[in-house]
Protein backbone atom coordinates (compact mmCIF):
# COMPACT_ATOMS: atom_id res chain seq x y z
CA UNK A 1 0.00 0.00 0.00
CA UNK A 2 2.85 2.46 0.92
CA UNK A 3 4.23 1.98 -2.62
CA UNK A 4 1.10 4.19 -4.21
CA UNK A 5 1.83 7.85 -4.18
CA UNK A 6 -1.92 8.79 -4.01
CA UNK A 7 -1.78 6.69 -0.86
CA UNK A 8 1.33 8.09 0.47
CA UNK A 9 0.21 11.38 0.03
CA UNK A 10 -3.59 10.81 1.89
CA UNK A 11 -1.53 9.69 4.66
CA UNK A 12 0.85 12.74 4.97
CA UNK A 13 -2.12 14.67 5.08
CA UNK A 14 -4.00 12.37 7.78
CA UNK A 15 -0.96 13.37 10.17
CA UNK A 16 -0.77 16.71 9.23
CA UNK A 17 -4.39 16.67 9.91
CA UNK A 18 -4.26 15.24 13.36
CA UNK A 19 -1.23 17.96 14.26
CA UNK A 20 -2.82 20.94 12.99
CA UNK A 21 -6.08 19.72 15.66
CA UNK A 22 -3.24 19.11 19.10
CA UNK A 23 -1.67 22.55 18.17
CA UNK A 24 -4.56 24.53 17.48
CA UNK A 25 -5.52 27.54 19.66
CA UNK A 26 -9.08 27.34 18.33
CA UNK A 27 -11.87 25.27 18.19
CA UNK A 28 -12.36 26.18 14.36
CA UNK A 29 -8.64 25.04 14.04
CA UNK A 30 -9.08 21.97 15.66
CA UNK A 31 -12.37 21.24 13.69
CA UNK A 32 -10.65 21.89 10.45
CA UNK A 33 -7.24 19.74 11.32
CA UNK A 34 -10.45 16.73 12.29
CA UNK A 35 -11.82 17.21 8.96
CA UNK A 36 -8.53 17.04 7.01
CA UNK A 37 -7.51 13.66 9.45
CA UNK A 38 -11.48 12.25 8.38
CA UNK A 39 -11.01 12.96 4.60
CA UNK A 40 -7.69 11.86 4.47
CA UNK A 41 -8.84 8.55 6.22
CA UNK A 42 -11.26 8.00 3.77
CA UNK A 43 -9.09 7.00 0.46
CA UNK A 44 -6.68 4.95 2.71
CA UNK A 45 -8.90 2.80 3.88
CA UNK A 46 -10.87 1.93 0.74
CA UNK A 47 -9.24 -1.18 -0.83
CA UNK A 48 -11.12 -2.28 -4.36
CA UNK A 49 -9.73 -6.59 -3.39
CA UNK A 50 -11.91 -6.08 -0.39
CA UNK A 51 -15.69 -5.35 -0.60
CA UNK A 52 -16.38 -4.86 2.90
CA UNK A 53 -14.01 -1.97 3.23
CA UNK A 54 -16.87 -0.07 0.78
CA UNK A 55 -19.40 -0.08 4.01
CA UNK A 56 -16.73 0.19 6.27
CA UNK A 57 -15.48 3.34 4.76
CA UNK A 58 -19.23 4.12 4.43
CA UNK A 59 -19.80 3.87 7.91
CA UNK A 60 -16.73 5.33 9.03
CA UNK A 61 -17.50 8.99 7.09
CA UNK A 62 -21.12 8.91 7.97
CA UNK A 63 -20.80 8.69 11.77
CA UNK A 64 -17.35 10.95 11.57
CA UNK A 65 -18.89 13.72 9.71
CA UNK A 66 -22.38 13.71 12.21
CA UNK A 67 -19.99 13.79 14.56
CA UNK A 68 -18.18 16.62 13.50
CA UNK A 69 -21.35 18.45 12.83
CA UNK A 70 -22.11 18.54 16.24
CA UNK A 71 -19.08 19.72 17.38
CA UNK A 72 -19.35 22.84 15.13
CA UNK A 73 -22.71 23.31 16.38
CA UNK A 74 -22.05 22.92 19.56
CA UNK A 75 -18.93 25.41 19.69
CA UNK A 76 -20.94 28.05 17.88
CA UNK A 77 -23.21 28.00 20.08
CA UNK A 78 -21.08 28.30 22.98
CA UNK A 79 -19.19 31.37 21.78
CA UNK A 80 -23.28 32.91 21.28
CA UNK A 81 -24.47 32.35 24.45
CA UNK A 82 -20.53 33.78 26.09
CA UNK A 83 -21.13 37.11 24.10
CA UNK A 84 -24.56 37.42 25.08
CA UNK A 85 -23.58 36.20 28.82
CA UNK A 86 -26.39 33.45 28.85
CA UNK A 87 -23.76 31.21 31.20
CA UNK A 88 -26.37 28.49 32.34
CA UNK A 89 -26.64 26.78 28.38
CA UNK A 90 -22.69 26.68 28.10
CA UNK A 91 -22.78 23.30 30.46
CA UNK A 92 -25.20 21.79 27.62
CA UNK A 93 -23.16 22.76 24.99
CA UNK A 94 -19.92 21.90 26.77
CA UNK A 95 -21.44 18.09 27.42
CA UNK A 96 -22.28 18.07 23.63
CA UNK A 97 -18.77 18.82 22.29
CA UNK A 98 -17.39 16.37 24.50
CA UNK A 99 -20.34 13.59 23.42
CA UNK A 100 -19.33 14.69 19.93
CA UNK A 101 -15.67 14.13 20.37
CA UNK A 102 -16.44 10.61 22.08
CA UNK A 103 -17.98 9.82 19.23
CA UNK A 104 -15.13 10.01 16.84
CA UNK A 105 -13.26 7.83 19.15
CA UNK A 106 -15.29 5.10 19.67
CA UNK A 107 -16.30 5.28 23.40
CA UNK A 108 -19.28 3.34 25.26
CA UNK A 109 -22.23 4.36 24.72
CA UNK A 110 -21.37 5.55 21.18
CA UNK A 111 -19.20 2.72 19.88
CA UNK A 112 -21.91 1.28 17.86
CA UNK A 113 -19.88 1.94 14.65
CA UNK A 114 -16.45 0.82 15.98
CA UNK A 115 -16.25 -2.90 15.75
CA UNK A 116 -17.82 -3.04 12.48
CA UNK A 117 -15.95 -0.31 10.67
CA UNK A 118 -12.82 -2.27 12.33
CA UNK A 119 -14.23 -5.65 10.70
CA UNK A 120 -14.00 -4.22 7.08
CA UNK A 121 -9.91 -2.42 7.51
CA UNK A 122 -6.63 -4.55 6.72
CA UNK A 123 -4.67 -4.70 10.01
CA UNK A 124 -2.60 -1.79 8.56
CA UNK A 125 -5.70 0.14 8.66
CA UNK A 126 -6.96 -1.03 12.08
CA UNK A 127 -3.37 0.04 13.45
CA UNK A 128 -4.38 3.63 12.16
CA UNK A 129 -7.77 3.57 13.83
CA UNK A 130 -6.78 2.18 17.25
CA UNK A 131 -3.46 4.48 18.05
CA UNK A 132 -3.21 7.81 15.42
CA UNK A 133 -6.92 8.40 14.68
CA UNK A 134 -7.63 8.60 18.75
CA UNK A 135 -4.64 11.65 18.99
CA UNK A 136 -6.52 14.26 18.15
CA UNK A 137 -10.06 13.50 19.90
CA UNK A 138 -8.49 12.10 23.40
CA UNK A 139 -6.48 15.53 23.57
CA UNK A 140 -9.71 17.61 22.82
CA UNK A 141 -11.29 16.06 25.36
CA UNK A 142 -8.87 16.37 27.86
CA UNK A 143 -9.60 19.85 27.52
CA UNK A 144 -12.68 19.87 28.45
CA UNK A 145 -13.35 16.85 30.89
CA UNK A 146 -13.89 17.43 34.54
CA UNK A 147 -15.00 15.02 37.33
CA UNK A 148 -18.83 14.70 36.99
CA UNK A 149 -21.39 12.13 36.36
CA UNK A 150 -21.24 12.57 32.92
CA UNK A 151 -17.98 10.96 32.61
CA UNK A 152 -18.18 8.41 35.41
CA UNK A 153 -20.70 7.22 33.17
CA UNK A 154 -18.74 7.61 30.28
CA UNK A 155 -16.17 5.21 31.77
CA UNK A 156 -17.75 2.81 33.75
CA UNK A 157 -19.71 2.31 29.95
CA UNK A 158 -16.90 2.28 28.43
CA UNK A 159 -14.92 -0.38 30.18
CA UNK A 160 -17.89 -2.89 31.15
CA UNK A 161 -18.73 -2.84 27.04
CA UNK A 162 -15.32 -3.79 26.09
CA UNK A 163 -15.07 -6.62 28.56
CA UNK A 164 -18.89 -8.20 27.87
CA UNK A 165 -18.16 -7.15 24.22
CA UNK A 166 -15.42 -9.48 23.56
CA UNK A 167 -16.23 -12.34 25.91
CA UNK A 168 -18.49 -14.04 22.23
CA UNK A 169 -16.08 -12.72 19.52
CA UNK A 170 -14.79 -14.93 16.94
CA UNK A 171 -13.18 -12.40 14.84
CA UNK A 172 -9.97 -10.76 16.21
CA UNK A 173 -10.48 -7.75 14.24
CA UNK A 174 -13.88 -7.19 16.68
CA UNK A 175 -11.72 -8.54 19.82
CA UNK A 176 -9.11 -5.99 19.27
CA UNK A 177 -11.86 -3.45 18.88
CA UNK A 178 -13.68 -4.17 22.11
CA UNK A 179 -10.07 -3.89 23.93
CA UNK A 180 -9.62 -0.31 22.65
CA UNK A 181 -12.91 0.49 23.81
CA UNK A 182 -11.90 -0.60 27.27
CA UNK A 183 -8.46 0.84 26.90
CA UNK A 184 -10.36 4.38 26.17
CA UNK A 185 -11.98 3.71 29.74
CA UNK A 186 -8.74 3.92 31.51
CA UNK A 187 -7.01 6.47 29.52
CA UNK A 188 -10.50 8.66 30.19
CA UNK A 189 -9.92 7.95 33.76
CA UNK A 190 -6.21 8.47 33.80
CA UNK A 191 -7.01 11.73 32.02
CA UNK A 192 -9.24 12.94 35.16
CA UNK A 193 -6.21 12.23 37.46
CA UNK A 194 -2.72 13.95 35.56
CA UNK A 195 -2.35 15.20 31.57
CA UNK A 196 1.20 13.00 31.53
CA UNK A 197 -0.59 10.06 33.07
CA UNK A 198 -2.88 9.04 29.81
CA UNK A 199 -0.36 10.13 27.55
CA UNK A 200 2.08 7.28 28.88
CA UNK A 201 -1.02 5.12 28.75
CA UNK A 202 -1.68 5.80 25.36
CA UNK A 203 1.70 5.21 23.89
CA UNK A 204 2.08 2.15 25.80
CA UNK A 205 -1.36 0.89 24.59
CA UNK A 206 -0.39 2.13 20.67
CA UNK A 207 3.20 0.12 20.91
CA UNK A 208 1.27 -2.99 22.30
CA UNK A 209 -1.39 -2.99 20.28
CA UNK A 210 0.72 -1.76 17.10
CA UNK A 211 2.89 -5.00 18.08
CA UNK A 212 0.00 -7.53 18.09
CA UNK A 213 -1.54 -6.55 14.73
CA UNK A 214 1.22 -6.74 12.96
CA UNK A 215 1.83 -9.92 13.57
CA UNK A 216 -1.68 -10.63 13.10
CA UNK A 217 -1.14 -8.76 9.51
CA UNK A 218 2.14 -10.96 8.56
CA UNK A 219 0.50 -14.26 8.82
CA UNK A 220 -2.73 -13.19 7.66
CA UNK A 221 -4.43 -14.36 11.05
CA UNK A 222 -8.29 -13.31 11.41
CA UNK A 223 -9.60 -15.95 13.95
CA UNK A 224 -9.43 -17.12 17.15
CA UNK A 225 -9.25 -20.65 15.42
CA UNK A 226 -6.55 -19.80 13.26
CA UNK A 227 -4.20 -19.77 16.70
CA UNK A 228 -4.29 -23.09 17.24
CA UNK A 229 -3.19 -23.34 13.21
CA UNK A 230 -0.03 -21.11 13.15
CA UNK A 231 3.50 -21.07 14.21
CA UNK A 232 4.17 -24.25 15.71
CA UNK A 233 7.57 -24.46 13.66
CA UNK A 234 8.34 -20.44 15.16
CA UNK A 235 7.60 -20.87 18.21
CA UNK A 236 9.82 -17.86 19.45
CA UNK A 237 7.48 -15.56 18.06
CA UNK A 238 4.12 -17.13 18.98
CA UNK A 239 5.47 -17.31 22.72
CA UNK A 240 5.96 -13.57 22.07
CA UNK A 241 2.90 -13.04 20.65
CA UNK A 242 0.50 -14.32 23.48
CA UNK A 243 3.11 -12.13 25.94
CA UNK A 244 1.92 -9.47 24.53
CA UNK A 245 -1.24 -10.66 24.57
CA UNK A 246 -1.67 -10.87 28.18
CA UNK A 247 0.52 -7.56 28.40
CA UNK A 248 -2.53 -5.67 27.05
CA UNK A 249 -4.47 -7.25 29.25
CA UNK A 250 -2.70 -5.92 32.08
CA UNK A 251 -1.45 -8.97 33.91
CA UNK A 252 1.76 -8.28 35.85
CA UNK A 253 4.36 -8.19 35.56
CA UNK A 254 4.05 -7.27 32.17
CA UNK A 255 4.47 -3.96 30.29
CA UNK A 256 0.51 -3.29 30.02
CA UNK A 257 0.35 -3.52 34.19
CA UNK A 258 2.33 -0.40 34.34
CA UNK A 259 0.32 2.26 33.48
CA UNK A 260 -3.16 0.45 34.82
CA UNK A 261 -1.35 0.51 38.66
CA UNK A 262 -0.61 4.21 37.98
CA UNK A 263 -4.13 5.11 37.43
CA UNK A 264 -5.43 3.12 39.99
CA UNK A 265 -2.53 4.55 42.50
CA UNK A 266 -3.83 8.59 41.20
CA UNK A 267 -7.07 7.28 41.39
CA UNK A 268 -7.28 5.94 45.14
CA UNK A 269 -5.54 9.47 45.87
CA UNK A 270 -8.43 11.23 44.78
CA UNK A 271 -10.88 8.67 46.65
CA UNK A 272 -12.18 6.93 43.48
CA UNK A 273 -13.02 3.56 45.08
CA UNK A 274 -16.09 2.58 43.59
CA UNK A 275 -14.66 3.60 39.87
CA UNK A 276 -11.25 1.25 40.50
CA UNK A 277 -13.26 -1.36 41.41
CA UNK A 278 -15.64 -1.80 38.85
CA UNK A 279 -12.43 -1.08 36.86
CA UNK A 280 -10.77 -4.17 37.74
CA UNK A 281 -13.20 -6.10 38.18
CA UNK A 282 -14.30 -5.69 34.51
CA UNK A 283 -10.44 -5.50 33.25
CA UNK A 284 -10.62 -9.10 35.07
CA UNK A 285 -12.99 -10.32 31.94
CA UNK A 286 -10.93 -8.78 28.97
CA UNK A 287 -7.31 -10.58 30.71
CA UNK A 288 -10.26 -13.73 30.49
CA UNK A 289 -10.75 -13.53 27.10
CA UNK A 290 -6.92 -12.96 25.78
CA UNK A 291 -5.83 -15.84 28.14
CA UNK A 292 -8.60 -18.18 26.71
CA UNK A 293 -6.31 -17.15 23.00
CA UNK A 294 -3.35 -18.05 24.84
CA UNK A 295 -4.42 -21.70 26.48
CA UNK A 296 -5.87 -23.09 23.40
CA UNK A 297 -2.92 -22.09 21.53
CA UNK A 298 -0.51 -23.25 23.93
CA UNK A 299 -1.90 -26.32 25.71
CA UNK A 300 -3.76 -28.10 23.10
CA UNK A 301 -1.52 -29.69 20.72
CA UNK A 302 -2.84 -29.38 16.97
CA UNK A 303 -1.62 -30.38 13.27
CA UNK A 304 0.21 -27.92 11.40
CA UNK A 305 -0.88 -27.45 8.34
CA UNK A 306 1.54 -27.43 5.09
CA UNK A 307 0.46 -24.21 4.01
CA UNK A 308 0.92 -22.67 7.16
CA UNK A 309 4.77 -23.59 6.78
CA UNK A 310 4.75 -21.00 3.39
CA UNK A 311 5.59 -17.84 5.50
CA UNK A 312 7.11 -15.33 3.24
CA UNK A 313 10.56 -14.60 4.64
CA UNK A 314 10.08 -10.58 4.45
CA UNK A 315 6.77 -10.39 6.86
CA UNK A 316 9.05 -13.04 9.35
CA UNK A 317 11.40 -10.15 9.35
CA UNK A 318 8.71 -8.08 10.01
CA UNK A 319 7.22 -9.57 12.59
CA UNK A 320 10.43 -10.23 14.24
CA UNK A 321 11.27 -6.40 13.91
CA UNK A 322 8.14 -5.78 16.54
CA UNK A 323 8.96 -8.35 18.69
CA UNK A 324 12.28 -7.69 19.47
CA UNK A 325 11.43 -3.87 20.01
CA UNK A 326 9.02 -4.78 22.45
CA UNK A 327 10.36 -7.41 24.10
CA UNK A 328 13.21 -4.66 25.03
CA UNK A 329 10.75 -2.70 26.87
CA UNK A 330 9.04 -5.69 28.71
CA UNK A 331 12.51 -5.96 29.89
CA UNK A 332 12.82 -2.55 31.10
CA UNK A 333 9.86 -3.07 32.62
CA UNK A 334 11.16 -3.95 35.92
CA UNK A 335 13.73 -1.34 36.50
CA UNK A 336 10.81 1.38 35.91
CA UNK A 337 8.61 -0.37 38.52
CA UNK A 338 11.93 -0.48 41.21
CA UNK A 339 12.15 3.20 40.16
CA UNK A 340 8.50 4.35 40.64
CA UNK A 341 8.11 2.72 44.20
CA UNK A 342 11.22 4.51 45.50
Known amino acids: MLLNPSKQLFLFTLIWGTLISISSNSWLGAWIGLEINLLSFIPII ?46 MFMLLMQSSLL ?42 IKLNMFTYMIIVMSIIVGSIGGLNQT ?18 SAMIASENLWMTYFIIYSIMSSSVSIIFNSFQISYLSQNLLFLNNHPFIKFSL ?77 SILSIATFTSMILLFMPTLTWITL
Open 171 to 188: SLRKLMAYSSINHLGWML
Open 46 to 91: MNSKNPMSTEAALKYFLIQAFASSILLFSFTLTQLTNNMNIIYQTN
Open 242 to 318: FILLLSLGGLPPFLGFLPKWLVIQNLTQLSQISLITIMVLMTLITLFYYMRLTFSAFLLHSANLKWNLLTPLNNMNM
Open 103 to 144: LKMGTAPFHFWFPGTMEGLSWFNCIILMTWQKIAPLMLVSYL
